[in-house]
């Protein structure tokens, strides 16, 4: 858990691998987790990189385990679902696996082939076995004469002239055929307008639906009889025929040798059926062993494919002997890592063992946090705000509290939050069932995901339905109400409502009561005007409470990262200004609760309005009455009249100077924020180009000392001692001071040589950062207009938490109202219960479908916007990038990538 406060500490590493070893070792590096590789040939095509050959080789076997699986599909057998996680197999082994992948899809490709033509000849069989069938129907019912003597009455007629021709003379010729069933109709059609009416259509729907040699699916076709006169039209039905797909079949003319050809067609299609019943058998015994194994064969080729795609990251030595990697790493995970690197080194044999060299950087490394099962919702709600900062205060332990506590001050119900609670925790309880197998519901999957904070956010709406007394609607009176009212039967009859007075009908000595909302404000007119005072003054407390929590975490920042300027220059101001505001608001509250009882109810504050007042400086002070002996402020029985207190007037002692002190702080502290900081940066700045100015100077008057000096004697040379650069040409010189300027300042000049008229310029350096006193200025500008105005929109954001309360508490009574009462109050004898059982159904339906899930989802939305929008942007800078680590674990799946 202490790891989930700050991200781990990570380190970039370079190890050094020996060939031989690389690949056992990067996959013992898979297996553990915990090293995310650098790219160290981002300018290198993909194709064009080391391994780019064994990863189309991985690629041809996935093309192929695609193939076997849409195989499976198509029999309906499901890949087993084992728990299993077998190991990458070593590069020999490749071969073994392409020999497996190509000798199962062969044969699969042969049977399919063979059974593809099976089906094909069965269907044009069956077809004409169809066809031959409905012809004899066909002549049977007509007889050969009968059917032949209808269609020479329907095409016997002169063309030119529009008179019959004796029967006689017409010749008939026909053919048969099977047709798709959707294209009768406009076949019919157009044979009748092709012909001009000169061809006799009969067609009959075959009885059984046929199967589609291809994809299996069933067809419907129908067997035709086209009866015409000449060649001419018989060409061109054949056309037609052929444009419509219609198969054609040979049909004899006597009936004789159709039952001839019917009983070979017979006996040839069970035969053929034979065939193909063996083919299919062959073919799921072939499916049934690939089944068994896929799983596995799919996860190796995947962390093949994997380990192939990392050491391509990789670069290879001047000798091409070893490989180096560069990778961030976890400094708690190091001695993890050379087990692993050790292991790897064992398992291939090589006796060079691989190196693992931490290194110094300047890069942003990424973030990681360590989460469990539980966690891990908590940290992706935060991480799909922003991905943490390297090292900065990570919001997600105190949303583990936070984000359920505030859910259930707006859900507060405690039938519902028992409900939501039960249903988490028997997510809880089935997990691995419900987590063990792929689900193809996203809507459940999601539910599932978060089965921990749901369970969290149930048992919290509990506390807080607890807490406001309500149970779908209702109150509990589990300890007995602290109010006693005495009114008899008869008092109650004369009027429909009677207001309590606290000193008459309260019961001081047992006191109030003692969890939560006295049940006794269920039957109150003024129960809403009571629980929203209470819920906005809650609302109003949380609200600051959280915000003054991101405003402390921002000094953790600070305070980690070594900024004391911010604490200074931000936090004192930024935390100045909301408590003498917004936690002077709080304490106001705290101090009405307090002091103000049923006693003086005409002059309890009202505080929004006195919140104005403190800005506007608009004070109405009491007045001492004369022989007043009292506490002016005290709550008192006194008459209000008599002193001047409202509402409205000052309620305290010496309320005035601290509220003026309070608002002239708090506007102090907007100029703090906005100037202080830029202004030190700018001093800081030009403290440093003077420093360097300094320096740069002093580099250059040694070397006009030195250029001045009169060149010495050949003998004097080596006995003086004098530095060479006296004796060296000026573009000579120039390097040299070059030289010297590295040597004192640490960077080159852009210029190599420095003329005498340059002495005492600082030329701005390339590496130096440039300081824009505008660009810091307006920075900082936003960045103060944004908390000040935040401070004030988000305090009054947070009362969102006492509205959606106060819709979920009326939903919940108006529901109650339309179902459940018309059964408790129907007078007639066991109807209500009728009707009563009737409405449960509807109203469980509607109380989960609405209040649970509809309301469940709009507060859960408001509680997000809560801890992204007003508690991280008070500390949580949310831009840094995820540690991605290299991990076999999310390769377990059998799903293959199209």
Same mark, same amino acid.
């Given at each position: 858990?202490?790891?989930?406060?700050?991200?781990?500490?990570?380190?970039?590493?370079?190890?050094?691998?020996?060939?031989?070893?690389?690949?056992?070792?990067?996959?013992?590096?898979?297996?553990?987790?915990?090293?995310? /590789?650098?790219?160290?040939?981002?300018?290198?095509?993909?194709?064009?990189?080391?391994?780019?050959?064994?990863?189309?080789?991985?690629?041809?076997?996935?093309?192929?385990?695609?193939?076997?699986?849409?195989?499976?599909?198509? +029999?309906?057998?499901?890949? $087993?679902?084992?728990?299993?996680?077998?190991?990458? $197999?070593?590069?020999?082994?490749?071969?073994?696996?392409?020999?497996?992948?190509?000798? #199962?899809?062969?044969?699969?490709?042969?049977?399919?082939?063979?059974?593809?033509?099976?089906?094909?000849?069965?269907?044009?069989?069956?077809?004409? @076995?169809?066809?031959?069938?409905?012809?004899?129907? /066909?002549?049977?019912?007509?007889?050969?004469?009968?059917?032949?003597?209808?269609?020479?009455?329907?095409?016997?007629?002169?063309?030119?002239?529009?008179?019959?021709?004796?029967?006689?003379?017409?010749?008939?010729?026909?053919?048969?055929?099977?047709?798709?069933?959707?294209?009768?109709?406009?076949?019919?059609?157009?044979?009748?307008?092709?012909?001009?009416?000169?061809?006799?259509?009969? !067609?009959?729907?075959?009885?059984?639906?046929?199967?589609?040699?291809?994809?299996?699916?069933?067809?419907?076709?129908?067997?035709?009889?086209?009866?015409?006169?000449?060649?001419?039209?018989?060409?061109?039905?054949?056309?037609?025929?052929?444009?419509?797909?219609?198969?054609?079949?040979?049909?004899?003319?006597?009936?004789?040798?159709?039952?001839?050809?019917?009983?070979?067609?017979?006996?040839?299609?069970?035969?053929?059926?034979?065939?193909?019943?063996?083919?299919?058998?062959?073919?799921?015994?072939?499916?049934?062993?690939?089944? @068994?194994?896929?799983?596995?064969?799919?996860?190796?080729?995947? @962390?093949?494919?994997?380990?192939?795609?990392?050491?391509?990251?990789?670069?290879?030595?001047?000798?091409?002997?070893?490989? #180096?990697?560069?990778?961030?790493?976890?400094?708690?995970?190091? =001695?993890?890592?050379?087990?692993?690197? @050790?292991?790897?080194?064992?398992?291939?044999?090589?006796?060079?063992?691989?190196?693992?060299?931490?290194?110094?950087?300047? =890069?942003?490394?990424?973030?990681?946090?360590?989460?469990?099962?539980?966690?891990?919702?908590?940290?992706? #709600?935060?991480?799909?705000?922003?991905?943490?900062?390297?090292?900065?205060?990570?919001?997600? $332990?105190?949303?583990?509290?936070?984000?359920?506590?505030?859910?259930?001050?707006?859900?507060?119900?405690?039938?519902?939050?028992?409900?939501?609670?039960?249903?988490?925790?028997?997510?809880?309880?089935?997990?691995?069932?419900?987590?063990?197998?792929?689900?193809?519901?996203?809507?459940?999957?999601?539910?599932?995901?978060?089965?921990?904070?749901?369970?969290?956010?149930?048992?919290?709406?509990?506390?807080?339905?607890?807490?406001?007394?309500?149970?779908?609607?209702?109150?509990?009176?589990? /300890?007995?109400?602290?109010? !006693?009212?005495?009114?008899?039967?008869?008092?109650?009859?004369?009027?429909?409502?009677?207001?309590?007075?606290?000193?008459?009908?309260?019961?001081?000595?047992?006191?109030?009561?003692?969890?939560?909302? +006295?049940?006794?404000?269920?039957?109150?007119?003024?129960?809403?005007?009571?629980?929203?005072?209470?819920?906005?003054?809650?609302?109003?407390?949380?609200?600051?409470?959280?915000?003054?929590?991101?405003?402390?975490?921002?000094?953790?920042?600070?305070?980690? /990262?070594?900024? $004391?300027?911010?604490?200074?220059?931000?936090?004192?101001?930024?935390?100045?200004?909301?408590?003498?505001?917004?936690? %002077?608001?709080?304490?106001?509250?705290?101090?009405?609760?307090?002091?103000?009882?049923?006693?003086?109810?005409?002059?309890?504050?009202?505080?929004? &309005?006195?919140?104005?007042?403190?800005?506007?400086?608009?004070?109405?002070?009491?007045?001492?009455?004369?022989?007043?002996?009292?506490?002016?402020?005290?709550?008192?029985?006194?008459?209000?009249?008599?002193?001047?207190?409202?509402?409205?007037?000052?309620?305290?002692?010496?309320?005035?100077?601290?509220?003026?002190?309070?608002? &002239?702080?708090?506007?102090?502290?907007?100029?703090?924020?906005?100037?202080?900081?830029?202004?030190?940066?700018?001093?800081?700045?030009?403290?440093?180009?003077?420093?360097?100015?300094?320096?740069?100077?002093?580099?250059?008057?040694?070397?006009?000392?030195?250029?001045? !000096?009169?060149?010495?004697?050949?003998?004097?040379?080596?006995?003086?001692?004098?530095?060479?650069?006296? !004796?060296?040409?000026?573009?000579?010189?120039?390097?040299?001071?070059?030289?010297?300027?590295?040597?004192?300042?640490?960077?080159?000049?852009?210029?190599?040589?420095?003329?005498?008229?340059?002495?005492?310029?600082?030329?701005?350096?390339?590496?130096?950062? =440039?300081?824009?006193?505008?660009?810091?200025?307006?920075?900082?500008?936003?960045?103060? #207009?944004?908390?000040?105005?935040?401070?004030?929109?988000?305090?009054?954001?947070?009362?969102?938490?006492?509205?959606?309360?106060?819709?979920?508490?009326?939903?919940?009574?108006?529901?109650?109202?339309?179902?459940?009462?018309?059964?408790?109050?129907?007078?007639?004898?066991?109807?209500?219960?009728?009707?009563?059982?009737?409405?449960?159904?509807?109203?469980?339906? *509607?109380?989960?479908? *609405?209040?649970?899930?509809?309301?469940?989802?709009?507060?859960?939305?408001?509680?997000?916007?809560?801890?992204?929008?007003?508690?991280?942007?008070?500390?949580?800078?949310?831009?840094? %990038?995820?540690?991605?680590? %290299?991990?076999?674990?999310?390769?377990?799946?059998?799903?293959? +990538?199209?």
């Amino acid at each position: 858990m202490g790891a989930l406060f700050r991200s781990e500490e990570m380190n970039l590493c370079q190890i050094f691998l020996q060939s031989e070893a690389a690949y056992a070792c990067v996959s013992e590096l898979g297996e553990l987790g915990m090293v995310q /590789f650098k790219d160290l040939n981002p300018d290198v095509n993909a194709f064009q990189r080391k391994f780019v050959s064994e990863i189309m080789r991985c690629e041809e076997m996935e093309r192929k385990l695609r193939y076997i699986h849409r195989e499976l599909k198509k +029999d309906g057998m499901k890949i $087993p679902d084992r728990d299993e996680n077998p190991k990458a $197999p070593a590069p020999k082994e490749m071969i073994d696996l392409e020999a497996t992948f190509e000798k #199962i899809e062969s044969e699969l490709k042969e049977v399919n082939t063979n059974a593809e033509a099976l089906r094909r000849n069965y269907l044009e069989l069956t077809e004409l @076995k169809e066809v031959l069938k409905k012809t004899q129907i /066909f002549f049977a019912e007509h007889g050969r004469h009968g059917i032949v003597d209808d269609a020479q009455h329907a095409l016997a007629h002169d063309e030119g002239g529009g008179g019959f021709v004796p029967v006689t003379s017409v010749q008939l010729g026909f053919v048969a055929g099977v047709i798709p069933r959707e294209k009768v109709p406009a076949f019919e059609r157009l044979l009748w307008f092709a012909n001009r009416g000169n061809t006799f259509l009969k !067609h009959d729907e075959i009885d059984q639906p046929l199967e589609d040699p291809v994809s299996g699916d069933a067809i419907s076709k129908c067997v035709f009889l086209i009866f015409f006169q000449g060649e001419q039209l018989k060409a061109r039905v054949r056309k037609i025929c052929e444009g419509f797909k219609a198969t054609l079949y040979p049909c004899p003319e006597s009936a004789s040798e159709r039952v001839e050809m019917l009983n070979g067609v017979s006996t040839r299609l069970e035969d053929l059926n034979t065939v193909l019943h063996q083919t299919e058998d062959h073919r799921k015994r072939v499916l049934m062993s690939a089944q @068994k194994e896929i799983r596995p064969w799919i996860i190796k080729v995947k @962390k093949i494919k994997a380990i192939y795609h990392t050491l391509n990251m990789c670069n290879f030595d001047v000798s091409h002997n070893s490989l #180096i990697a560069e990778c961030w790493t976890p400094v708690s995970g190091l =001695e993890e890592i050379q087990s692993a690197l @050790k292991h790897g080194t064992e398992l291939s044999g090589s006796t060079v063992p691989s190196i693992l060299h931490r290194m110094q950087t300047k =890069e942003v490394p990424p973030t990681y946090f360590k989460t469990n099962k539980f966690t891990t919702v908590f940290q992706e #709600i935060i991480d799909a705000y922003g991905i943490a900062t390297y090292q900065e205060v990570n919001p997600a $332990p105190y949303a583990i509290i936070s984000f359920p506590f505030l859910f259930a001050v707006m859900f507060g119900d405690f039938g519902h939050g028992f409900i939501m609670f039960l249903a988490g925790l028997w997510m809880v309880i089935t997990e691995k069932k419900l987590t063990s197998g792929k689900s193809d519901n996203e809507i459940m999957s999601m539910f599932v995901g978060g089965r921990y904070i749901i369970t969290m956010m149930g048992l919290f709406s509990v506390y807080t339905g607890l807490i406001y007394n309500d149970c779908f609607s209702k109150s509990v009176n589990i /300890f007995g109400s602290g109010w !006693h009212p005495s009114y008899d039967f008869r008092t109650l009859q004369k009027e429909t409502s009677w207001t309590m007075n606290p000193a008459d009908h309260f019961d001081n000595t047992t006191g109030p009561y003692p969890f939560g909302v +006295d049940p006794i404000w269920q039957s109150s007119m003024n129960k809403i005007t009571f629980t929203n005072s209470l819920k906005m003054k809650m609302s109003v407390i949380f609200g600051v409470s959280q915000m003054l929590l991101g405003v402390l975490l921002s000094f953790v920042n600070h305070a980690y /990262f070594r900024r $004391p300027l911010n604490v200074f220059c931000e936090f004192i101001p930024q935390l100045v200004f909301l408590m003498c505001l917004f936690g %002077y608001l709080v304490a106001l509250v705290f101090y009405k609760w307090l002091f103000f009882t049923a006693e003086c109810p005409q002059y309890a504050p009202q505080l929004l &309005i006195q919140f104005i007042n403190m800005f506007l400086l608009t004070y109405t002070p009491r007045v001492m009455p004369a022989n007043f002996t009292g506490d002016l402020y005290a709550c008192t029985s006194i008459e209000p009249t008599s002193i001047n207190a409202t509402s409205q007037t000052v309620f305290f002692e010496h309320q005035q100077p601290i509220q003026i002190t309070l608002v &002239i702080l708090a506007l102090l502290m907007v100029p703090t924020m906005l100037l202080v900081k830029p202004f030190v940066l700018r001093a800081r700045h030009n403290a440093r180009v003077k420093r360097r100015q300094g320096l740069y100077a002093t580099s250059q008057r040694t070397l006009i000392h030195n250029e001045e !000096h009169p060149e010495p004697s050949d003998d004097s040379k080596g006995v003086k001692g004098d530095k060479p650069e006296a !004796h060296l040409s000026d573009i000579e010189l120039g390097a040299v001071r070059g030289k010297d300027n590295i040597a004192i300042n640490g960077e080159e000049e852009d210029g190599g040589i420095v003329g005498h008229s340059e002495v005492g310029i600082s030329e701005p350096e390339e590496n130096e950062e =440039e300081f824009d006193m505008g660009e810091v200025f307006i920075h900082q500008a936003i960045h103060t #207009i944004e908390y000040c105005l935040g401070c004030i929109s988000h305090t009054a954001s947070y009362l969102r938490l006492w509205a959606l309360s106060l819709a979920h508490a009326q939903l919940s009574e108006v529901l109650w109202s339309m179902l459940f009462r018309f059964g408790l109050t129907f007078d007639m004898a066991y109807v209500g219960g009728i009707l009563l059982w009737a409405v449960f159904g509807a109203f469980a339906v *509607v109380t989960v479908a *609405v209040l649970l899930l509809m309301e469940g989802l709009s507060a859960f939305l408001h509680t997000l916007r809560l801890h992204w929008v007003e508690f991280n942007s008070k500390f949580y800078m949310g831009d840094g %990038y995820k540690f991605a680590p %290299y991990n076999f674990k999310h390769l377990l799946d059998a799903d293959l +990538d199209e």
